[in-house]
């Protein structure tokens, strides 16, 4: 039994289910719990304002968490090298657990800090958590990363056992340090116009995220396959920002819905299988970033690298920032985003489809909005989406799939209730009018909503005109 280990906690803000922190205090006498701020090494994708809000909020549920066993999280900055150096030197700690990362830069960090601190004569331990499956795990029958979701997926789900999550564990001894910083030290509380808004629809943390993992399992998933599509309802679980963050893990997830279905009524059972699927799209996320890292800035289908984009408008991105399109859907999804953190997944598409289809904008500019606008914001997840969207990415829609944002409306938002929530000054209209105010100029005018930048008819057809004259190879 060797004596102290540190626990670095990064985005694994939880003591339930926890390999790292269970490894640890299973085999040492003293642990010290450290939190490690060095969003330098994450670079060029360091936290945006939102991720930085939630990771405020969450470290602060993680220290009451921590409290309440009497232990203190050990809140530092800096290079990470030197600094766990320094904390290593003075804990006498002869080991360090963390859970993995999946990001390229992460990755490379990582490998970095556990060769260098094994050549110290230390004990290095990086451990899965935050996935039901290591990306590098699954191949193709010739041995290759998958690039369709659904053969992914059917391997993966065969895969899936039903051990259950790991219990919540304490150390013998919480070890405590001097020099511990203050949260507001960290300066991740963004200056933002939008950020009541987020402590309004949040509660960042582990309790959070039990919270509404219970409140999706009562309400929502029994109607979960069609209510996932409605952006009026609370149909989805709204979990992905505590997944990012760690503060539950799929394992969890997965583990409650099965037992709540086994408690019901047969008839009456709800079937988990399309929520884990859309779990499933998120470990696929993973498996493509890990064996394509280039994919953020990338291409992941070299043929765009010819398309033609138009030219970078300001404007327009403004525009389409700020809910200003003059696209009802699209203008919803964007006051949502930019008030909650947040927006309803097929309106994203939606949103996303309009800014590289009807705009034709490039792809990055939206990814980097939602990567600083999301509270959500997932490296893997925000890269498969863009380029499935745009149509460039792997196992993507047709490039012939634009969404249209009226039809889809009156689809999905048949009564305008969503609409009408974050577009004030249309509400007064009929719901018909609503999709598409456009058609009444006196009506649109007078109630002070831009007309449509955009015909989206035309933009469509100049998108297909840009997709055909690409090279097919």
Not at 22 to 29: D, I, K, L, R
Not at 184 to 190: G, Y
Not at 396 to 418: I, L, M, S, W
Request: include cysteine; charged fraction near 20%.
């Amino acid at each position: 039994m060797h004596d102290t280990a540190l626990v670095l906690f990064r985005r694994d803000l939880r003591l339930a289910d926890q390999p790292a922190l269970v490894a640890a205090c299973a085999a040492h006498e003293r642990v010290l719990p450290v939190y490690l701020h060095a969003p330098h090494e994450e670079a060029p994708w360091g936290p945006g304002a939102a991720s930085r809000w939630w990771l405020h909020r969450s470290l602060e549920a993680l220290q009451q968490r921590l409290a309440a066993q009497g232990a203190t999280l050990h809140v530092a900055r800096g290079d990470s090298l030197p600094t766990l150096r320094a904390l290593i030197a003075a804990s006498g700690a002869c080991a360090v657990y963390w859970s993995r990362r999946y990001e390229p830069a992460a990755i490379a960090c990582d490998a970095r800090l556990k060769a260098a601190l094994r050549a110290d004569g230390n004990a290095v331990h990086s451990v899965p958590g935050n996935l039901w499956c290591e990306p590098w795990q699954l191949a193709t029958a010739e041995g290759q990363p998958y690039r369709v979701f659904t053969p992914y997926w059917r391997k993966l789900r065969a895969q899936l056992t039903d051990e259950p999550p790991l219990p919540e564990v304490r150390a013998r001894t919480w070890l405590r340090l001097p020099g511990s910083l203050p949260l507001e030290a960290l300066e991740l509380l963004p200056r933002i116009p939008w950020a009541d808004g987020l402590a309004g629809q949040w509660q960042p943390g582990e309790a959070g995220a039990q919270e509404l993992l219970e409140v999706f399992a009562d309400d929502a998933l029994a109607d979960y396959a069609d209510g996932r599509d409605l952006p009026a309802r609370h149909g989805t679980s709204r979990l992905s920002p505590h997944l990012h963050f760690g503060e539950i893990t799929p394992r969890q997830i997965r583990h409650a819905l099965q037992a709540r279905a086994g408690r019901n009524d047969a008839r009456r059972r709800p079937d988990p299988e399309p929520y884990l699927r859309e779990l499933g799209w998120r470990e696929f996320a993973h498996h493509l970033l890990y064996h394509f890292p280039g994919t953020p800035t990338e291409n992941f289908n070299p043929r765009f690298d010819a398309f033609r984009w138009v030219d970078d408008d300001a404007a327009a991105l403004r525009r389409w920032q700020r809910g200003r399109t003059g696209i009802p859907l699209v203008d919803a999804g964007m006051r949502e985003l930019w008030h909650t953190g947040w927006m309803h997944n097929r309106v994203r598409m939606i949103a996303a489809s309009f800014l590289t289809k009807n705009l034709r904008q490039h792809w990055h500019h939206g990814a980097r909005w939602f990567w600083d606008t999301l509270v959500d914001a997932d490296l893997a997840n925000n890269t498969l989406g863009w380029q499935w969207v745009a149509g460039c990415g792997a196992d993507a829609a047709p490039y012939f799939r634009v969404f249209n944002p009226y039809t889809q409306a009156a689809k999905f938002d048949p009564e305008a209730a969503y609409l009408k929530h974050w577009l004030p000054e249309l509400a007064a209209l009929p719901a018909k009018l609503l999709h598409e105010p456009w058609r009444d100029p006196a009506a649109l005018a007078a109630c002070g909503y831009p007309a449509p930048m955009v015909d989206v008819g035309a933009t469509r057809e100049a998108a297909l005109d840009a997709w055909q004259a690409l090279p097919s190879r």
